[in-house]
């Protein structure tokens, strides 16, 4: 089983920035991805990185976050810069195999493991 742990939520004023980090107990031939659910709302993808570093982003972030790896793709990280109000939500990293083959999925659904999320509120 993969272990997914977040870190660096937190409160932030608008305009701020903050970082994101993810470490993987195990992230051969994945792709991971950033998703964000707020109260009330579905979990939405925010950012994912392919196999071969292929990124891709929700509209709403275009612009102002980045994901990206480190060397061994074990740690992945979501830079957010100008940061709105809209984007407080809890923050869950995302870890997938089978799907990822051939391409990169987007929807929440395609990702089977977990960290336990962290929080970002905007204010």
């Known amino acids: 089983q993969v272990q997914l742990v977040e870190s660096g939520g937190g409160s932030v004023q608008v305009g701020g920035s903050l970082k994101l980090a993810c470490v993987a107990s195990?992230?051969?031939?994945?792709?991971m991805g950033w998703f964000r659910q707020a109260p009330g709302k579905e979990r939405e993808g925010v950012a994912t990185i392919g196999r071969d570093g292929t990124t891709t982003y929700a509209d709403s972030v275009k612009g102002r976050f980045d994901i990206s790896h480190d060397n061994d793709k074990k740690t992945v990280y979501l830079q957010m810069n100008s940061l709105k109000p809209e984007d407080t939500a809890m923050y869950y990293c995302a870890l997938d195999r089978l799907r990822c083959l051939t391409s990169t999925p987007f929807s929440f659904q395609d990702y089977k493991h977990w960290g336990q999320g962290t929080q970002v509120t905007v204010s």
């Open positions: 195990d992230s051969a031939e994945a792709c």
